[in-house]
């Protein structure tokens, strides 16, 4: 089996930064927006109004049993420009690289806008999936609700790594109902089945097994030589 997360992390170039490195910038990057404490991708999205994951090209669902490795260093944050109904425009940067930010008022203008339409924030992040495939997967929304879920995960992972636990969650790919002006919507969550280190996820994705990973067995050190 490929060691799919680090080909995560080489195939986005994604910046190189230590367990507490990362917690500042999840932290920093939180703070400022007020939040309280592809190649070989495959792109999931959400419908709220139809309670449904939509995966790839083809549009299909996705196994709410099915777990995946969630990679902190692979989150996002940016725009994304509606009109019409259709994506106009993107702009989409890591998460943890705050010079990369494109500010509101940079912005390409495609007006005009009817209701609803223009630029939304977005907000996103890359897992593996676990069933032996190590297939990469990209979920990103503008979605108010999902920006939140997306939010409360990061924060999770600040307080693990702060706390000097396992900093990894494995997730599903589950969601809950929320009332709003008498109508009934649906947001996306993703439950933590375990957290793991990043060592023990690099043992998985190498031949270790599924057992190992939950139950948070970590892999053995070489034996020093005398």
């Not at 070989?40 to 995946?68: A, C, H, L, W």
């Not at 503008?142 to 396992?166: C, H, Y």
């Not at 933590?192 to 990043?198: D, F």
Request: charged share 25%.
């Amino acid at each position: 089996m490929t060691n799919a997360l680090t080909a995560f992390i080489n195939d986005t170039n994604l910046p190189a930064l230590d367990d507490d490195a990362m917690a500042a910038a999840i932290d920093a990057s939180q703070e400022e927006d007020g939040y309280s404490q592809g190649g070989g991708v495959t792109f999931i999205d959400f419908s709220g109004k139809m309670n449904q994951y939509r995966v790839g090209k083809e549009r299909e669902g996705i196994d709410p049993e099915s777990m995946f490795l969630l990679e902190p260093i692979s989150a996002t944050k940016g725009w994304i420009c509606w009109k019409g109904g259709k994506v106009v425009g993107r702009e989409e940067w890591s998460y943890l690289n705050k010079a990369a930010a494109v500010p509101a008022e940079s912005l390409e203008d495609h007006g005009p806008y009817k209701d609803g339409d223009g630029w939304k924030p977005l907000r996103g992040f890359g897992c593996v999936a676990l069933d032996g495939s190590g297939q990469n997967f990209k979920f990103s929304s503008n979605a108010a609700g999902a920006r939140n879920s997306i939010e409360a995960m990061l924060s999770q992972v600040s307080d693990q790594i702060k706390s000097g636990e396992p900093s990894l969650p494995i997730i599903k790919f589950a969601s809950e109902s929320f009332t709003a002006n008498d109508h009934t919507n649906w947001k996306p969550t993703f439950p933590v089945v375990a957290w793991v280190t990043r060592e023990a996820a690099l043992a998985f994705f190498t031949g270790g097994s599924m057992d190992d990973l939950l139950a948070g067995k970590q892999p053995k050190k070489p034996k020093k030589l005398k």
